[in-house]
């Protein structure tokens, strides 16, 4: 999954930074591979990490279990940066936190959250400016909203094998 994800990130962005509780090694040019700043705080850890490492005010964040990111629906996403913090998508009743824009302006925020808990991404968001992508929005560059179809179980990756097979045809 993570070959994948880096695939498509590549068609977007030069440079990749994978954030890990582990250690990792990933041989393809313009990925670097960090380990968390703060270990054990989950996936707020992760963007506090990439962040704070981070040589660009921008920075989109993704999980490692969402095979079907769209980079149309990321350019698009990076196209509305202007004055926002965060860029991130609604679906339904949902925020989807790790398909999201986020600058350096969170850090603080961030690390204030980390320190004060509980690690919930979206807690630090009434404290910075947050656009939201509405599902109007997304369904014009993937209208089945694949992009934030995340594998948890085993039933979830065949589900994926299959879709992944359809689409290779």
Do not use: W
């Not at 004060?116 to 560059?141: H, L, M």
Request: proline content about 8%; hydrophobic content about 35%; overall charge positive.
């Amino acid at each position: 999954m993570l070959e994948r994800i880096t695939e498509v990130l590549s068609q977007v962005f030069e440079r990749i930074i994978i954030v890990t509780c582990t250690t990792l090694k990933h041989p393809r040019p313009g990925i670097t591979v960090i380990q968390d700043i703060i270990p054990g705080c989950g996936p707020l850890g992760g963007i506090y990490t990439g962040l704070k490492r981070s040589p660009s005010q921008y920075s989109f964040i993704t999980a490692c279990d969402l095979p079907f990111i769209r980079p149309s629906l990321i350019n698009y996403m990076l196209e509305g940066l202007k004055d926002y913090d965060v860029i991130v998508p609604r679906v339904g009743e949902r925020l989807e936190p790790l398909h999201a824009i986020y600058s350096k302006n969170c850090i603080a925020h961030i690390e204030k959250q980390l320190h004060a808990g509980p690690f919930k991404v979206t807690g630090f968001f009434p404290r910075v400016k947050v656009r939201e992508i509405s599902r109007e929005e997304i369904e014009r560059f993937d209208p089945g909203m694949l992009s934030f179809f995340n594998i948890n179980t085993p039933s979830d990756l065949e589900k994926a094998r299959r879709m992944l097979e359809r689409q290779s045809r």
